[in-house]
T-cell receptor, first 113, second 115 residues
Framework: GDSVTQTEGQVALSEEDFLTIHCNYS??????LFWYVQYPGEGPQFLFR?????EKGSSRGFEATYDKGTTSFHLRKASVQESDSAVYYC????????????FGIGTLLSVKP | GPKVLQIPSHQIIDMGQMVTLNCDPV?????FYWYKQILGQQMEFLVN????????KSKLFKDQFSVERPDGSYFTLKIQPTALEDSAVYFC?????????????FGSGTRLTVL
């Protein structure tokens, strides 16, 4: 069945460091791909999505490019801030309206000032 | 922004008891969802609900689970009877009809511990 793999369980960075969180998926066709962010004490929040090969999604300085060839949707940010500390989830949409999600296990990002 | 409220935030019960998890969705949303996240594992889809009916459910949605939204009040997940493997964080979400997952709003979860 369809699946999402995030290889980093935790990432620890300092402010202004470059961030990469890897996400690979397994699915047929062109599922919509998403990044969600979860701050402490809150539920996951939509960050951005991409729906077709080579499409870039972005929000709040984060970005990811849909790559059908490598089945990847890696999250990147050029310069992280302490306020970016959160859990980041990669997800793919499925179902007739694409509104059900298969989540990755999540990556805990900790940014030191 | 819009908020989905989940009550309670924590619930501890003995195995075999009944539990009801409550969700107050975004006011103009019509699709409702429950997701389950066991500690250290992925969040997984349980069920979605629209117009008073279950639309889709996963294999995780056991016979002991039921959902309803009586008279437009809380959207509830009831587990009767509970089992040890039901211990997890349960996230409610709501969305607009006909829209993709970018309109999904999640609550902050209810942590259920079954002893």
């Amino acid at each position: 069945g369809d699946s999402v793999t995030q290889t980093e369980g935790q990432v620890a960075l300092s402010e202004e460091d470059f961030l990469t969180i890897h996400c690979n998926y397994s699915a047929s066709g062109y599922p919509a791909l998403f990044w969600y962010v979860q701050y402490p004490g809150e539920g996951p929040q939509f960050l951005f999505r991409a729906s077709r090969d080579k499409e870039k999604g972005s929000s709040r300085g984060f970005e990811a490019t849909y790559d059908k060839g490598t089945t990847s949707f890696h999250l990147r940010k050029a310069s992280v801030q302490e306020s970016d500390s959160a859990v980041y989830y990669c997800a793919l949409g499925y179902g007739s309206s694409g509104n059900k999600l298969i989540f990755g296990i999540g990556t805990l990002l900790s940014v030191k000032p | 922004g819009p908020k989905v409220l989940q009550i309670p935030s924590h619930q501890i019960i003995d195995m075999g008891q009944m539990v009801t998890l409550n969700c107050d969705p975004v006011s103009n949303h019509l699709y409702f969802y429950w997701y389950k996240q066991i500690l250290g594992q992925q969040m997984e889809f349980l069920v979605n609900f629209y117009n008073g009916k279950v639309m889709e459910k996963s294999k995780l949605f056991k016979d002991q689970f039921s959902v309803e939204r009586p008279d437009g009040s809380y959207f509830t997940l009831k587990i009767q009877p509970t089992a040890l493997e039901d211990s997890a964080v349960y996230f409610c979400a709501s969305s607009l009809p006909g829209e993709g997952a970018e309109t999904l709003y999640f609550g902050s979860g209810t942590r259920l511990t079954v002893l």
